[in-house]
Nanobody
Framework: QVQLVQSGGGLVQTGGSLRVSCAAS????????MGWYRQAPGKQRELVAR???????YYEDSGKGRFTLSRNVANNAWYLQMNNLKAEDTAVYYC??????????WGQGTQVNVSS
């Protein structure tokens, strides 16, 4: 059983930076892909970035050039570094993983607030 625990996020002014972290525990060898989604008030959850094990990151246009998805294999964790934040980046950010067999596991969510 894989579980995800998130940390980080918070409040920052426009143009600032934040990092959100996701720590996985359980059967790590079963991870096929990992990523970050976000959900703003009144909107649907949307993809921010994702990465398949052994592959490079993919970014949606919303974060391209500003966000960086990275993984620490030794710590079974992955991160989303967010720079040059904008008010429209305000959302609850969720990490997720896709296991071998296509089961999806989600983190608990982390609030990111960007004040203008």
């Amino acid at each position: 059983q894989v579980q995800l625990v998130q940390s980080g996020g918070g409040l920052v002014q426009t143009g600032g930076s934040l990092r959100v972290s996701c720590a996985a525990s359980g059967s790590i060898i079963r991870i096929r892909a990992m990523g970050w989604y976000r959900q703003a008030p009144g909107k649907q959850r949307e993809l921010v970035a994702r990465m398949y094990s052994g592959g490079g990151p993919y970014y949606e246009d919303s974060g391209k050039g500003r966000f960086t998805l990275s993984r620490n294999v030794a710590n079974n964790a992955w991160y989303l570094q967010m720079n040059n934040l904008k008010a429209e980046d305000t959302a609850v950010y969720y990490c997720m993983t896709v296991l071998v067999g296509d089961a999806e596991i989600w983190g608990q969510g982390t609030q990111v607030n960007v004040s203008s």
